[in-house]
């Protein structure tokens, strides 16, 4: 275990995650049901995506490193590209998206059925989004799988947390664009170190 790939990857997932309609869902599931059942349903749906994004990119590593290097890299590059892309329209979306996941969770269920429903939700909501993509390649580029598991999986559950816990409040003092952006110089960031390593 590598303390510095859990801890860069937790900040990667977990900026990039944080303006996510991963965030919106959880904050809407909570307005639903209790927090705490939403948190174990959604943490739960992000335990079983974050172990296929893992054995995927395991089975990365096994490809030789240049091409692992140059597939991390166009990775880290596209997520920017899609944030950067998404970053001036996410504010007037967020509506959208509150109603989109609101539509989803229209009675009231409570323990195992709250879980379950909160679980379903963000299940169908999340292949192949950027985190997924990202948690690849980060296992790709260090080869350290079980890190890049307890950063990905801890980011996506301190993100489900906050949207419980304080989603509303932070979405009144915070512009999603902002974290669009910031997100996007992340993935430029780890795209520009993936590209040093690459040419030294």
Known sequence: MDVS???????AIFVVELPDKTFIAALVLSTRY?????WIGVGLAFLV?????????????????????IVA????????????????????????????????????????????ASFLVLFAAEWGD????LTISLVGKYGHPVSVFIGAWAALLAVSGLAVVAGRFLLRHVKLSVVFYVGAAVCLVLEALTLYELAS
């Not at 209790?34 to 939403?38: A, E, N, S, T």
């Open 34 to 38: 209790r927090g705490l059942f939403v």
């Open 5 to 11: 790939v859990i801890a860069l990857t937790f900040a």
């Open 49 to 69: 995506q974050t172990l296929i994004a893992v054995t995927v990119g395991h089975a990365v590593t096994f490809l030789p490193d240049e091409v692992v290097k």
């Open 130 to 133: 950027l985190s997924q993509l």
């Open 73 to 116: 890299a166009v990775i880290f590059l596209i997520g920017a590209v899609l944030l950067i892309r998404e970053a001036p329209k996410a504010d007037q979306e967020e509506a959208e998206t509150e109603a989109e996941f609101a539509a989803k969770a229209t009675t009231s269920k409570t323990g195992l059925a709250a879980i379950g």
